[in-house]
């Protein structure tokens, strides 16, 4: 068996990485959920990474084979340092490809391995961390899109930042 590195921002984690994290998981023994910096998304996280590192600790618990760890720098670095055999990826929709695919050849030209693709499950195509943001900021009910530690983490964040969480 052997790692695979599933990368991603996490702002916040969802049912939907789980589900990919799982699957991963299975596919190759162990999968590391790895909080990255993404530079676009720079200053404007609503969780910082160790509040984002702690809830995907404590969602992923009880999972067999699945570890979490922060990415102090380049993807491709953590991967040859980890001896990473796979960068693992969620799927939802074309759109999500169009974004995903620059980042697995420049992945590529850095020198990590290759980037794996995980179609998302059905029952979570529709799940971003942007819409559940969304949905609690207004004060809309996430505990079907995100595991309880987060919906309670969101709901104390929102209420920090002065919305309307009931
Ligand atoms: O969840 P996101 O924000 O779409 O994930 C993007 C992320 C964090 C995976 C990407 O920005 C990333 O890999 N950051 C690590 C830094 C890096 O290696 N960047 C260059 C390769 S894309």
Redesign the pocket.
């Known amino acids: 068996m052997s790692l695979a590195v599933y990368?991603?921002?996490?702002d916040p984690l969802t049912l939907g990485h789980l589900d990919i994290a799982a699957r991963a998981a299975a596919l190759f023994g162990t999968v590391v959920i790895a909080v990255?910096?993404?530079?676009s998304?720079a200053g404007r996280h609503l969780l910082s990474a160790e509040d984002r590192l702690d809830l995907a600790r404590r969602a992923t618990a009880d999972m067999g084979g699945v570890e979490v760890d922060l990415?102090p720098?380049?993807?491709?670095d953590y991967c040859r340092s980890r001896g990473a055999s796979a960068i693992v990826k969620g799927l939802r929709s074309g759109t999500d490809l169009d974004?995903e695919l620059p980042?697995a050849l420049?992945?590529r030209d850095?020198g990590a391995p290759e980037t794996v693709f995980l179609t998302a499950a059905p029952a979570h195509a529709h799940i971003s961390s942007s819409l559940v943001k969304e949905v609690a900021a207004l004060g809309g009910d996430v505990s079907g899109l995100v595991p309880g530690a987060v919906a309670h983490a969101l709901a104390h964040a929102m209420r920090r930042q002065g919305h309307p969480v009931p």
């Open positions: 990368p991603g921002s996490f990255a910096h993404n530079t998304k990415v720098g380049l993807l491709a974004a980042m420049l992945n850095l």
